[in-house]
C-alpha cells in the first residue's frame, strides 16, 4: 500500500490543523493506520491509531480531548484532525499502515510497536508558533 500524507502547515497555538492519509494500492491486505509524529532530537513517537473498520480508535495521552482520528473507507482517506495545537505538537507527521493490528492498533500497541507498522508514508509537517 502506498500512503500519502497531507495537511501540514504553520499555525499559531490554539489554532487547528486537519491532516489527510490517503492510501492507495492494497488497502484490503491492512488492517490499521497509525499517525506517528517525530521532532527533531526526539524519537518517533505513536499519536493515534485506527482500524479500517472503524470501530477503535486510540490516543497518545498528550492529545487525548485534542485530536480526533477518523476514517473515510470510501475514499481509503484517514484523516487527524488537531485542535488546540501547542508548540510542543511541532513535528513532522507520519502515517503508517500496519497489516496485523492485533497487537498494535490498541491503547498501547500504536505507542510501543512503531516498528510493527509495515508502509509508511512522507512526513508533513507541522509548526505551531507561540
Known amino acids: 500500500v502506498q500512503l500519502q500524507a497531507s495537511g501540514g502547515g504553520l499555525v499559531q497555538a490554539g489554532g487547528s490543523l486537519r491532516l489527510s492519509c490517503a492510501a492507495s494500492g492494497f488497502t484490503l491486505d491492512y488492517s490499521g493506520i497509525g499517525w506517528f509524529r517525530q521532532a527533531p532530537g526526539k524519537e518517533r513517537e505513536g499519536v493515534s491509531c485506527?482500524?479500517?473498520?472503524?470501530?477503535?480508535?486510540y490516543y497518545a495521552d498528550s492529545v487525548k480531548g485534542r485530536f480526533t482520528i477518523s476514517g473515510d473507507n470510501a475514499k481509503n482517506t484517514v484523516y487527524l484532525q488537531m485542535n488546540s495545537l501547542k508548540p510542543e505538537d511541532t513535528a513532522a507527521y507520519f502515517c503508517a499502515a500496519v497489516r496485523d493490528g492485533r497487537r498494535t492498533i490498541s491503547d498501547y500497541g500504536f505507542r510501543d510497536r512503531v516498528n510493527d507498522f509495515d508502509s509508511w508514508g512522507q512526513g508533513t509537517q507541522v509548526t505551531v508558533s507561540s
Open positions: 485506527i482500524s479500517w473498520s472503524g470501530g477503535s480508535a
